[in-house]
């Protein structure tokens, strides 16, 4: 029932070991948290899953393909940032449809994909909206649709409410967290917030100087004094 597989994967820049023999196991409903420290790994994790880099060792699968040699746009997966990298001068909607116009889509098919990014998001009413006339949590929203619109198989968040004020952060974990229920497909939801990864997140991945230290470890954070 391993949807994601990340076999053994190493990377290396140079001396540094950025990643050490990771392994790790992803299922398709769930919502996996990497929690670590600024250093410890988490991007270049997210990368290699992206394939926007590759390991020195290991294999990653999705639905057992190995896709270690795959460019990212072969992967089939959306990717929501820390900065939410609209585009000032388009519409909502065209931010939104920016993937689907990358892969010469039909005009049919990008309105039938808006109008079910912006119904499952609440943004049907900010279409004609331009960036700066969204507030910060509107914007998040618009960026996880553009990472949604696709239809991807994954979807890898990287500190994407790290932006956000506290009341907002919580509002959007919530939101979140429902987002990825109601797909049904797995988010991999990078974070240095141990309270952020413990209230959305079904599973946690600790990952410290590129290992990975400890999975599943809400009683022990729980418990810890
Ligand atoms: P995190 O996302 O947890 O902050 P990173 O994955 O960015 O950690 O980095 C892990 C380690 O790998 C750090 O020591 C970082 O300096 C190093 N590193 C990451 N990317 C590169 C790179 N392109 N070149 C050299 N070192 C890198
Ligand atoms: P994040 O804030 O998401 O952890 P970083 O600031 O660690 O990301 O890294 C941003 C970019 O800089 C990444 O592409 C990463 O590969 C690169 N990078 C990180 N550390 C180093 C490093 N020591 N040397 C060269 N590039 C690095």
Redesign the pocket.
């Known amino acids: 029932d391993s949807y994601i597989r990340i076999d053994n994967v190493s990377?290396r820049?140079?001396a540094?070991k950025?990643?050490d023999s990771v392994t790790l196991d992803i299922a398709k409903e769930e919502f996996i948290a990497i929690l670590?420290?600024?250093?410890?790994?988490?991007?270049?994790?997210?990368?290699l899953i992206a394939g926007l880099?590759r390991p020195t060792e290991g294999h990653i699968s999705f639905e057992g393909k190995d896709v270690t040699g795959l460019p990212p746009h072969k992967r089939g997966i959306g990717m929501v940032f820390q900065e939410f990298l609209l585009f000032p001068h388009r519409t909502v909607r065209e931010n939104l449809a920016f993937p689907l116009r990358m892969r010469r889509e039909p005009q049919t098919v990008i309105d039938e994909r808006l109008e079910w990014v912006a119904g499952v998001l609440s943004l049907t009413a900010l279409l004609d909206r331009y960036p700066s006339q969204l507030s910060g949590g509107q914007q998040q929203r618009v960026a996880l649709g553009r990472g949604l619109i696709a239809r991807p198989t994954l979807l890898l968040l990287d500190e994407p409410l790290a932006n956000l004020d506290r009341e907002l952060r919580q509002e959007m974990e919530v939101e979140i967290r429902r987002y990825q229920k109601q797909l049904g497909i797995p988010f991999i939801y990078?974070t240095?917030n141990q309270e952020e990864a413990l209230s959305m997140s079904d599973r946690i991945a600790v990952?410290h100087n590129?290992r990975l230290e400890a999975l599943d470890v809400r009683q022990a954070i729980y418990d810890s004094p």
């Open positions: 990377r820049y140079g540094v950025a990643l670590g420290p600024s250093g410890s790994g988490k991007s270049t994790l997210l990368r880099d990078v240095h990952i590129g």
